[in-house]
C-alpha cells in the first residue's frame, strides 16, 4: 500500500512565487524523502528529513516534517520554469535489517514563464 | 561521472516473450531496487537485493524475476506470466538499504506489441 499522499495533486503557480506542497503518511517513518521527476526521466533525491529533525533546507527547498500530524511540506522559493516536474513524496521505515521506502504518487507541478 | 545506466530507453515485447532489462551502477552501492511505474501512479517495489547473490520480493514480483551476480548489475526479466507489463521501469541504487537517498537511473519504456 502507497504510505504517503501528496496534496494538491496539481500546482500552477507563476514564475518568483512560492510553491508548497504537502505530503501526509499513516504509519510510524524512520526518515521522509522528497524526489523531483522530470517528465519521462528517472526520479531526482532532494532532500531527506530524519523523524527527530522538524526542518532542513537545501538551496531554495525548505522542507518540514511534523511527526505528531503525520505530514511534510516542500516549499521552493522563488520558483522557476525549470522547477516544471512532478514531486514524491516518500517514507522510509525500517526494523532490523529490513526497510520499506514507499513513494506517494505525486504532484504535478507547472511553474508559468 | 558515478550513475546508473538503464538500457534500453524504449523496449517492445510481444506477447509471450520474456525480456531483459538492463541497470548498472558505477557508485559502489550496496543496496538495488526495481520500481514499476504506471501514468498517474507512484513507484511500486518490484524486487530489491542489499548484497551480492541476495534479493527480496518487493510488493508486486510476480511475473518478474532478478539476479545479481555482481555489484554493479541488477538486471531484471519480465516473463510472459506477466499479464499487464506496459510500463515505465525504475532502477535505483543507494549506499546502504536504510536511512539513505535513492539514485536513480533514466528509466527503461516497455510495450507489449
Known amino acids: 500500500s502507497q504510505q504517503g499522499e501528496e496534496d494538491p495533486q496539481a500546482l500552477s503557480i507563476q514564475e518568483g512565487e512560492n510553491a508548497t506542497m504537502n505530503c501526509s503518511y499513516k504509519?510510524?517513518?524512520?526518515?521522509l524523502q522528497w524526489y523531483r521527476q522530470n517528465s519521462g526521466r528517472g526520479l531526482v533525491h532532494l532532500i531527506l528529513?530524519?523523524?527527530?529533525?522538524r526542518e532542513k533546507h537545501s538551496g531554495r527547498l525548505r522542507v518540514t516534517l511534523d511527526t505528531s500530524k503525520k505530514s511534510s511540506s516542500l516549499l521552493i522559493t522563488a520558483s522557476r520554469a525549470a522547477d516544471t516536474a512532478s514531486y514524491f513524496c516518500a517514507t522510509e521505515y525500517y526494523t532490523g535489517a529490513n526497510s520499506k521506502l514507499t513513494f506517494g504518487k505525486g504532484i504535478t507541478l507547472s511553474v508559468r514563464p | 561521472d558515478g550513475g546508473i545506466t538503464q538500457s534500453p530507453k524504449y523496449l517492445f515485447r510481444k506477447e509471450g516473450q520474456n525480456v531483459t532489462l538492463s541497470c548498472e551502477q558505477n557508485?559502489?552501492?550496496?543496496?538495488m531496487y526495481w520500481y514499476r511505474q504506471d501514468p498517474g501512479q507512484g513507484l511500486r517495489l518490484i524486487y530489491y537485493?542489499?548484497?551480492?547473490?541476495?534479493?527480496q520480493k518487493g510488493d508486486i514480483a510476480e511475473g518478474y524475476s532478478v539476479s545479481r551476480e555482481k555489484k554493479e548489475s541488477f538486471p531484471l526479466t519480465v516473463t510472459s506470466a506477466q499479464k499487464n507489463p506496459t510500463a515505465f521501469y525504475l532502477c535505483?541504487?543507494?549506499?546502504?538499504?536504510?536511512?539513505?537517498?535513492?539514485?536513480f537511473g533514466s528509466g527503461t519504456r516497455l510495450t507489449v506489441v
Open positions: 504509519t510510524s517513518i524512520n526518515n
Open positions: 537485493s542489499q548484497i551480492v547473490n541476495d534479493f
Open positions: 535505483a541504487s543507494s549506499i546502504s538499504h536504510q536511512g539513505a537517498g535513492y539514485t
Open positions: 557508485l559502489n552501492h550496496d543496496a
Open positions: 528529513i530524519r523523524s527527530n529533525e
